[in-house]
């Protein structure tokens, strides 16, 4: 497929050489969409679309995104070979000219695998001195011009703030800012179901719609913004929109004289475009936070953590956690799960791995400076800064077997230590919220409410022969050579379980164990669970006496016997 693409790119290129921008973008776009299109139809024909998720399960990339997105990147680099390329699925060029051509090779990919027609290719131009091709696009100088083609309607729309907009080279009614109110026309958006949990954007975009006469979600941003430009829909709405997903709408807009820009209201980037009078409105509405008594998160009772410096990050954690079970539970139990063995002989599932992606899409949409740390794609812990670290199944081998012990554990590192720690066990329907030097809860799962919520504290048990131990295996510690420590330990206590991972040290912080320890663990394994633990009150150690969970083993208990269990267990008691 690779060969044929780059042979349908050069003889592509050898037809236009000499072109300018405005038919080489209409060009591109109605081609690399016809590609696209061809491959779904021959696809499906043989029974079906490779198909990957990213972000979500709605959030999807198939082998036609990459293949027309090879496509455009090598007809560019033989056209313009001095200008800079991005786009969605990876290809990347630094530019000489100062220029970067920004490509969606399929937007709206989740209808395009469903076989609906609502979806296009689209591309961008812009220019800037920002370094780096990626953030010219995010923040260009100047937006030259943006080029859309719906293969299914055989359209294509060609514009930019200084190039009129055509549709299929026919100019298009201008856009006049004084005939047009919210309250007659349709608005056309996008609110993931992810996003309807998250008060902020909930109740902005809610407000937003409220001004309208209609509303349409139908999938795919630059068809819907290309139809703002035809006058098919009134304005449009988005939060969070990427560069591809914005910049060939946002020509086509600005193309007939409407206005599309950018609203940062209440630590949220919304992209709004339409008629310039019906713009202003919703930034009015936007900037002053209003919202319907329904659904203001001002009218229920404050949870916890609300007035903690990390409260936000807590609930976003919960968002995440959120995200991670919708995965994880409908594959549990299911026939269909992959699972395969990683160099270290542990397993892997498609779960873990659709988890983490999930994720870390998630997060690079919400907060994209924060660091991302996660087990199955790696990352190294850094000690200045925000950081997220991500266990995405916790008791792989515990969920592989259908055993409902295992967990996604989310944690915010700040300077390097863990702050905010969520753990979610939804087979057992239980979840755990922890903030350093704070507090600690437990609640059942689903949304977190004040009155669900059960508020954690340790054990008050002071002496080894009335503690409760849970352990994970024993072959560790004989490979430490701590195997008679610890059994000695074990023999002396009132109680032995094998609990096992994340629940162990979650029964530490309720006080239901008083001592949990492994001798060889990471730290996706821990950063949750240290914000569990002393949250309510315990003590959190490397065998050695580190804090927190940098040590590469683990001690924790309710403090008051820590230093008797850490002094046994390394043999110096």
Same mark, same amino acid.
């Given at each position: 497929?690779? =060969?044929? @693409?780059?042979?349908?790119?050069?003889?592509?290129?050898?037809?236009? =050489?000499? @072109?300018?921008?405005?038919?080489?973008?209409? &060009?591109?776009? $109605? /081609?690399?969409?016809? !590609?696209?299109w061809r491959l779904r139809e021959g696809k499906q024909a043989r029974g079906g679309l490779a198909t990957k998720y990213k972000t979500s399960v709605s959030d999807v990339v198939t082998e036609a995104d990459r293949t027309a997105e090879q496509f455009v990147a090598e007809v560019l680099e033989l056209l313009r070979p001095d200008d800079g390329v991005v786009g969605e699925e990876g290809a990347s060029r630094p530019s000489k000219s100062?220029?970067?051509?920004?490509? &969606?090779? @399929?937007?709206?990919? $989740? /209808?395009?695998?469903?076989?609906? &027609? $609502?979806?296009?290719s689209a591309i961008a131009l812009v220019e800037g001195s920002d370094g780096s091709p990626e953030a010219v696009a995010k923040n260009p100088d100047r937006l030259i011009l943006g080029a859309v083609h719906r293969p299914a309607m055989g359209y294509t729309w060609i514009g930019g703030p200084s190039i009129p907009t055509t549709l299929d080279d026919k100019p298009l009614p201008r856009l006049e800012a004084t005939t047009h109110s919210a309250d007659h026309e349709c608005l056309g958006t996008y609110l993931h179901p992810t996003f309807m949990k998250q008060p902020e954007i909930r109740s902005a975009w809610m407000a937003v719609v409220e001004e309208f006469a209609s509303v349409r979600m139908l999938g795919s941003g630059s068809v819907d913004l290309a139809s703002v430009a035809h006058g098919e829909l009134g304005a449009w709405i988005q939060h969070s929109v990427k560069s591809w997903d914005w910049l060939p709408g946002k020509a086509l807009v600005e193309g007939v004289g409407g206005t599309a820009r950018r609203v940062d209201a209440r630590g949220v980037t919304w992209s709004i475009a339409g008629p310039e009078g019906v713009v202003d409105t919703i930034e009015q509405v936007l900037r002053a936070g209003r919202a319907s008594s329904s659904t203001s998160s001002s009218t229920s009772t404050p949870l916890p953590w609300a007035s903690s410096a990390y409260g936000d990050d807590v609930d976003r954690a919960l968002r995440l956690a959120d995200a991670a079970d919708a995965i994880t539970m409908k594959r549990f139990l299911s026939s269909e799960l992959q @699972?395969?063995?990683?160099? &270290?002989?542990?397993?892997?599932?498609?779960?873990?791995?659709?988890? =983490?992606?999930? !994720?870390?899409? !998630?997060?690079s949409t919400e907060c994209p400076d924060d660091e991302v740390l996660g087990e199955e794609f790696g990352g190294e812990p850094v000690l200045s800064g925000r950081q997220w670290v991500i266990d995405p199944i916790d008791g792989t081998k515990n969920y592989v077997r259908g055993v409902p012990v295992w967990a996604t554990l989310i944690s915010l590192m700040v300077d390097g230590y863990p702050q905010v720690g969520v753990v979610s066990a939804p087979a057992l329907g239980r979840r755990w919220i922890g903030i350093t030097g704070e507090a600690a809860w437990a609640l059942g799962n689903g949304t977190a409410s004040s009155s669900a919520l059960r508020k954690l504290s340790v054990s008050t048990v002071s002496d080894v022969g009335d503690s409760s131990i849970s352990m994970s295996s024993l072959g560790g510690w004989k490979d430490r050579g701590l195997r008679d420590a610890f059994i000695s330990l074990t023999d002396d206590a009132w109680r032995l379980r094998g609990f096992g991972d994340f629940y162990s040290y979650c029964l530490v912080a309720e006080g239901a164990v008083d001592i949990a320890a492994e001798p060889e663990v990471s730290l996706w394994d821990l950063a949750a669970l240290v914000p569990v633990v002393e949250g309510a009150g315990g003590t959190f150690t490397s065998l050695a006496g580190e804090r927190g969970p940098h040590g590469g083993d683990a001690l924790a208990t309710n403090g008051l016997l820590h230093e008797t269990v850490r002094r046994r267990l390394t043999d110096q008691g």
């Open positions: 497929m690779t =060969e044929m @693409v780059s042979a349908l790119a050069k003889t592509f290129a050898i037809a236009r =050489e000499g @072109v300018d921008d405005q038919r080489l973008a209409r &060009d591109i776009v $109605y /081609n690399a969409g016809r !590609l696209a100062g220029r970067v051509w920004v490509i &969606d090779p @399929v937007d709206g990919t $989740y /209808n395009f695998t469903r076989g609906s &027609d $609502y979806w296009c @699972v395969s063995a990683k160099p &270290d002989m542990t397993p892997v599932s498609d779960a873990d791995l659709d988890t =983490e992606r999930a !994720l870390r899409g !998630l997060l």
